[in-house]
């Protein structure tokens, strides 16, 4: 406890962005984007009447660690606060992951949820395969999803 309170006055006098959350940290920018777990993001999507997306990744995944450079992008950054975003470690949190695999399994997964918490189908990559696999080396993609979903969900 003393270290987190360290690490958080310390981000205070420095002047850094410092972001309290409460999904396991993984380096999707979470200097900047404010992330959840499965279940407190839908929490706060139901009082904030907000979008959510959801990542899934895995630590252990190469592609997932390409993918962080995709969350610091200014324009991510700024369409991240008129959503809720959900992030979920695969093997950490292996029951959240698994309710939202609706084409398979695989990392990462980038998806969006509809009001009743069920995946928005129409939000994809466009692929036929891996359907929420997103490219990982560029915002394109996600900004694309992002803008469309603040369409679809207003």
Not at 37 to 57: I, M, T
Not at 72 to 94: G, Y
Not at 110 to 135: E, H, I, K, P
Request: hydrophobic share 45%; charged share 25%; aromatic share 12%.
């Amino acid at each position: 406890m003393k270290g987190v309170l360290s690490l958080f006055v310390g981000a205070l006098l420095w002047g850094a962005p410092f972001v309290l959350a409460d999904a396991i940290p993984a380096g999707f920018n979470d200097e900047q984007i404010v992330w959840h777990n499965l279940k407190q993001g839908r929490e706060r999507a139901e009082q904030q009447g907000k979008p959510v997306f959801v990542l899934v990744h895995a630590t252990w995944c190469p592609v997932c660690g390409e993918y962080k450079s995709v969350f610091f992008d200014p324009e991510i950054v700024r369409l991240s606060q008129s959503f809720v975003f959900i992030l979920i470690d695969k093997d950490a949190e292996a029951d959240a992951a698994s309710t939202l695999a609706p084409d398979g399994n695989y990392v990462p997964r980038s998806m969006f949820l509809a009001a009743d918490g069920t995946v928005d189908v129409t939000l994809n990559s466009g692929r036929d395969d891996f359907l929420y696999f997103l490219a990982p080396d560029t915002p394109r993609q996600l900004r694309r999803n992002l803008k469309r979903a603040l369409q679809r969900f207003r």
